[in-house]
């Protein structure tokens, strides 16, 4: 099992990035799939999620600017982020979840600076 994450950067407050991960190996359409985020000398946090029925979860602070969605037959998901702040500075993480099973993709950097 593989997940890729990519797409992240340095954007300037107020920007918008959109990070995908893309799966191989797993059946990927069964899995509540997820993007968590750690930013230096924080724990990690769940930003978003989406189950195999889609049902999306927002953090409180992903409301409204974040959207996260899945495309099965590319083994995708995303997080399209808007609005960005100076506090969603972190390295983001996709997750893919189902039963006892949980796999992780490397992290992709996101920096918010003006």
């Known amino acids: 099992v593989q997940l890729q994450a990519f797409g992240g950067g340095l954007v300037q407050p107020g920007g918008s990035l959109r990070l995908s991960c893309a799966a191989s190996g797993l059946d990927f359409g069964i899995y509540t799939v997820g993007w968590y985020r750690q930013a230096p000398g924080k724990r990690r946090e769940l930003v978003a999620s989406l189950t195999s029925g889609g049902n999306p979860y927002y953090d409180n602070s992903a409301k409204d600017r974040f959207t996260i969605s899945r495309d099965n037959a590319k083994n995708t998901v995303y997080l399209h982020m808007n609005s960005l702040k100076f506090e969603d500075t972190a390295v983001y993480l996709c997750?893919?979840?189902?039963?006892?099973?949980?796999?992780w993709g490397q992290g992709t950097q996101v920096t918010v600076s003006s």
């Open positions: 997750n893919a979840a189902t039963g006892p099973h949980m796999h």
